[in-house]
């Protein structure tokens, strides 16, 4: 199996996202503290945790967009305290400087210079993680995001909108994720070739196995090194 470029999900496949969206929470909430402790009494983490997941239930056509759905429910925390001037943007700044703040895993960034060496690699990400704060986006040809373009993993078109971008068949791209319906479900259906990213050694139950499955990144780039020495 032959393929010209790499499409790769972000948050928890090349780092552990769950911290950083923890800190961020915790930044945000110390900033309430210090600036509106009326609110941050009102919405103490959990909290907002809930309002923001009532949000999301009652805005679905916002579902590719979580920035919006964060700002969203900042405004509507200070709304309830009888704020209509909520400090959306510093609020946000912290938020995503603090939720971009991730840890890679030791295995991510060793196996993208080398997967990079070799071809195109692609983000394609539901989150709002950003490589240009991570620091990573000079390995990757194209940047494609469920905010962005307007639709979600796993609908066909994101998967797509990556193949058009790198201007080469969806069958030519192995995508690389761990969620199993969103990343290997959602390729396989627009046509690209899986790889389940599989770091907790879970078993595999949801329909046709992906085309390869790695315990880690290191895995990947040996497969991609020897696939395009046995291509050529």
């Not at 590719?64 to 009888?82: L, W, Y």
């Not at 986006?137 to 905010?147: N, V």
């Amino acid at each position: 199996m032959a393929v010209r470029a790499v499409s790769l999900d972000l948050d928890d496949t090349l780092w552990p996202v769950l911290p950083a969206l923890i800190e961020a929470e915790h930044v945000v909430d110390r900033w309430l503290r210090q600036h509106h402790p009326d609110v941050a009494n009102a919405w103490p983490i959990e909290a907002m945790r809930e309002l923001r997941e009532q949000i999301a239930r009652d805005n679905t056509h916002l579902s590719h967009d979580f920035s919006e759905q964060r700002r969203m429910t900042i405004r509507a925390a200070f709304a309830h305290c009888g704020i209509d001037d909520a400090p959306v943007d510093e609020l946000w700044r912290l938020y995503y400087a603090a939720r971009n703040n991730v840890e890679l895993y030791p295995d991510s960034l060793p196996a993208l210079e080398r997967i990079a060496h070799r071809v195109p690699i692609v983000s394609i990400s539901n989150g709002n993680a950003d490589l240009e704060i991570i620091g990573l986006h000079h390995l990757f040809h194209t940047r494609i995001s469920a905010g962005g373009l307007g639709v979600a993993k796993p609908d066909a078109r994101i998967f797509l909108a990556a193949a058009e971008a790198l201007g080469i068949a969806p069958a030519d791209i192995l995508h690389v994720g761990d969620d199993p319906l969103l990343d290997v479900v959602g390729a396989r259906e627009a046509g690209l070739r899986t790889v389940w990213l599989n770091r907790t050694g879970e078993a595999w139950s949801h329909g046709p196995a992906p085309d390869l499955e790695f315990p880690d990144m290191t895995h990947l780039a040996d497969w991609v090194e020897a696939s395009a020495l046995t291509d050529s």
